[in-house]
């Protein structure tokens, strides 16, 4: 599985931004994803996921209100919606797939097999 994200840059506070994530080389369908996130000096975190139908979603408490996860499967592609962006969102946002059946119960704290490259995302106070 190959994943490439995109969308990042230079946002002010306040403003809005929309990660994509394009995968390749395995059913699309039959992947579930997540979007996770690390600033300098700080672990991994996970903020968002979405299980292969789009049907249940996880979204981190430090998020929750502001980013959406969805998915396109006609379209191959993951996409992360950050609104309300604080300057603590800056960091380096990456996609992450998995072959696993992920259902909603699952969704939090699973673990990725596939990761993108990451897009960094800056925002400025």
């Known amino acids: 599985v190959q994943l490439q994200a995109s969308g990042g840059g230079l946002v002010q506070a306040g403003g809005s931004l929309r990660l994509s994530c394009v995968a390749s080389?395995?059913?699309?369908?039959?992947?579930?994803l997540g979007w996770f996130r690390q600033a300098p000096g700080k672990e991994r975190e996970n903020v968002a996921a979405?299980?292969?139908?789009?049907?249940?979603?996880y979204i981190a408490d430090s998020v929750k209100g502001r980013f959406t996860i969805s998915r396109s499967n006609t379209k191959n592609t993951v996409y992360l919606l950050m609104s309300s962006l604080k300057p603590e969102d800056t960091a380096i946002y990456y996609c992450?797939?998995?072959?696993?059946?992920?259902?909603?119960?699952?969704?939090?704290?699973?673990?990725?097999?596939?990761w993108g490259q990451g897009t960094l995302v800056t925002v400025s106070s």
């Open positions: 992450a797939a998995t072959t696993k059946g992920l259902i909603a119960t699952t969704l939090r704290g699973a673990q990725y097999d596939y």
């Open positions: 080389g395995h059913a699309f369908t039959r992947l579930s």
């Open positions: 979405v299980t292969w139908s789009g049907g249940s979603t």
